[in-house]
């Protein structure tokens, strides 16, 4: 076997050999974990945007440590990443090496690498990157026009289950920042009750303007209704005022609670 042959069927074991499978943790002995129903709720959101991927090719499906992988056998189709925050990424393959299929091996198999070594240059695959850029934008946009609903859904899913992790941790951080000046932005300690309701505004101020940032929101007002105006340090009507003239939200901050006929 010549030099060549060895770099070859090194590089090709290097990219395509499988990762070892880690045991579960009901295999390791571990305690079954509570299931988290927004957790649930985003993986089944991921599986339907991996199905609608599946549909339009995106057959091979491989586990990153923060993302799915899916690519077509048509290398110059490109290759996808779903995200575990939400985010879709639609990308070129790169340059692969696999073995083919032969008349004497099937594709992947041990005699087929062994090809590699006679051959090597029909185990590159270069198409992810020779697609022109024209090419590769047409598939992008018929593929994620196809799953577009899907992707939407899977963001949607992610932000409901951050929303819920932030309202679960939210009293008792308003608490720490009221009580102790511990701050939920920033890491110096808040010393006065003047302080502390600068961060309280900043902070509610820095939630985005949708339906999850609203959640939010709500959360920093009825805190601030029940404590903070209840104890000797309230704001005051011109301090909310001035807040409210110069806040970066779409909507005013209020301290007047909705009344419901």
């Given amino acids: 076997m010549g030099l060549t042959g060895l770099i070859w069927l090194g590089l090709a074991w290097a990219q395509e050999a499988p ?31 991996i199905a609608d991927f599946a549909s339009e090719g ?16 048509a290398a110059w189709k490109g290759e996808i990443r779903v995200y575990d925050d939400g985010w879709v990424d639609m990308r070129r393959q790169p340059v692969r090496f696999a073995a083919p299929k032969t008349p004497w091996a099937p594709a992947g198999s041990p005699g087929a690498w062994a090809s590699c070594i006679l051959y090597p240059f029909a185990c590159v695959k270069t198409g992810g990157q020779l ?19 899907s992707i939407d859904g899977y963001g949607d899913r992610v932000a409901d289950r951050e929303t819920e992790r932030t309202v679960n941790d939210l009293p008792d951080q308003l608490e720490a920042l009221w009580l102790r000046g511990e701050p939920i932005m920033g890491e110096a300690i808040l010393e006065t009750p003047a302080d502390r309701r600068a961060a309280l505004l900043e902070y509610w101020d820095s939630r985005t303007d949708t339906v999850w940032g609203d959640v939010v929101r709500n959360g920093v007002e009825a805190f601030i209704r029940a404590e903070v105006q209840s104890s000797m340090h309230p704001f005051s009507a011109e301090e909310i005022a001035r807040f409210n003239d110069a806040r970066q939200a779409s909507r005013e901050l209020t301290l007047v609670r909705e009344t419901r006929d």
Wanted: charged share 30%; glycine share 4%.
């Fill in 19 to 49: 990762e070892p499978v880690e045991p579960t943790p009901a295999e390791q002995g571990a305690p079954n974990e509570i299931v988290v129903w927004g957790d649930l709720a985003v993986e089944r959101a991921r599986q339907e945007v």
């Fill in 131 to 149: 697609v022109s850029k024209r090419k590769l934008q047409a598939q992008k946009g018929r593929t994620l026009t196809v799953a577009e609903p």
């Fill in 58 to 73: 995106y057959t091979d499906i491989i586990q990153r440590d923060n993302y799915v992988l899916l690519r077509s056998p």
